[in-house]
Nanobody, 120 residues
Framework: QVQLVESGGGLVQPGGSLRLSCAAS????????MGWYRQAPGKQRELVAT???????NYADSVKGRFTISRDNAKNTVSLQINSLKPEDTAVYYC??????????????WGQGTQVTVSS
């Protein structure tokens, strides 16, 4: 079993900042990619940012320059610093990890999601 627990969402005014954090725990041997997705009401879930264990980073075009992903491979944690928030950033943000377990299985795991609302 693998669990991902997120924290840090909330209500913020346009132009504000938030920091999201996610910790993975359980029967983890290694995590290749770890990152964040989001889903706004009525829309499909979309990639926000991911970082591989080797350090490669991928950002959605809509967040480049405003969002920064960081990861601690040893602690199995990932964070997302969100600056210059816009109303269109409002969504449920999900932590994602592609995990190789101690049992030799490999699959995607998701957190429960944390709400980010940008409104004045």
């Amino acid at each position: 079993q693998v669990q991902l627990v997120e924290s840090g969402g909330g209500l913020v005014q346009p132009g504000g900042s938030l920091r999201l954090s996610c910790a993975a725990s359980g029967d983890i041997l290694s995590i290749s990619a770890m990152g964040w997705y989001r889903q706004a009401p009525g829309k499909q879930r979309e990639l926000v940012a991911t970082k591989t264990s080797g350090g490669s980073i991928n950002y959605a075009d809509s967040v480049k320059g405003r969002f920064t992903i960081s990861r601690d491979n040893a602690k199995n944690t990932v964070s997302l610093q969100i600056n210059s928030l816009k109303p269109e950033d409002t969504a449920v943000y999900y932590c994602n990890a592609f995990v190789l377990t101690r049992y030799g299985t490999a699959s995607d795991y998701w957190g429960q999601g944390t709400q980010v609302t940008v409104s004045s």
